[in-house]
């Protein structure tokens, strides 16, 4: 398992810098919608939809999804309809989700609120694709490995000096400790890239130090809100993974549950820094 996991993560990373490097906007956009509809086809399975209803779930999201983006191209924050969608998805994200999680998404799912499932998967993944097309391959590249960092880091300060859970009833292995070992990791991160990243290093004097170490640790909360979220819509679900499709690691919603959290509000974010 371990090394098929590692294997996977590879190919992967391997993959995913090809399509930065190699890929054009447009061919690049093409990819997204296929790694959104595939999300959209596992979220559909996590509401326990039938395979008809899971497939046309995903072929409506993915249609939609293209012709919104077409509609709005080439995607921008510092336009109007693109900062209002990611600024509803930077609300649902830090006010509505934490909300969502403290009264149980389990329970909820099985009563009134399992009607809004499949909203609410529209609500988490299409903001995140948009994220995606609307950053730069290098500022993509860049929040991606916060996420990385902040993963990691988390799992081996959880395992090292974890004592307190930080959500039992939704993952028992997280920990509060971990999440602290996440939060020193993206700070020490956000600061390295400051001073290597010669363009935000310039915007970044000795007033802004402060506000923008905590836009990393927003990022990094987020992060641990996505991952937290779709633990607790697979439970609610019975199952492990969202998917089979990458080995060792689940599916597609398992390795982006914590990029569709983060992305749109990292947007906005460097947005308001002003690097392009």
Known sequence: MLFSRILTAIALLAGFLAAILLLDRNEFAVLVIVIMGIAAWEWARLCRFSTRGSILYATGFALAFAASSALIWPI?????????IFGLA????ICIVPLWL???VVRQAAG?????????????IAPAG???????????????????????????SGRLFGRHKLAPGISPGKTWEGVAGAMLAC???AVLVAVFYVELAARIDSLRWPPYIGAALL?????????LFESALKRQAAVKDSGSLLPGHGGVLDRIDSTTSTLPVAVLLLDWVGVK
């Open 102 to 104: 403290r009264r149980g």
């Open 76 to 84: 921008s924050a510092a336009e109007s309809p693109e900062r209002v």
């Open 130 to 156: 948009l994220a995606m097309l609307a950053l730069p391959g290098v500022q993509l590249l860049g929040i991606l490995v916060l996420i990385w960092v902040a993963d990691t880091a988390a799992y081996f």
């Open 187 to 189: 700070a020490s991160y």
């Open 112 to 124: 009134a609120g399992a009607a809004l499932l499949p909203f609410t998967g529209v609500a988490v």
């Open 90 to 93: 930077a609300v649902f994200w």
């Open 219 to 227: 990022l990094c909360a987020l992060s641990v809100l996505g991952d």
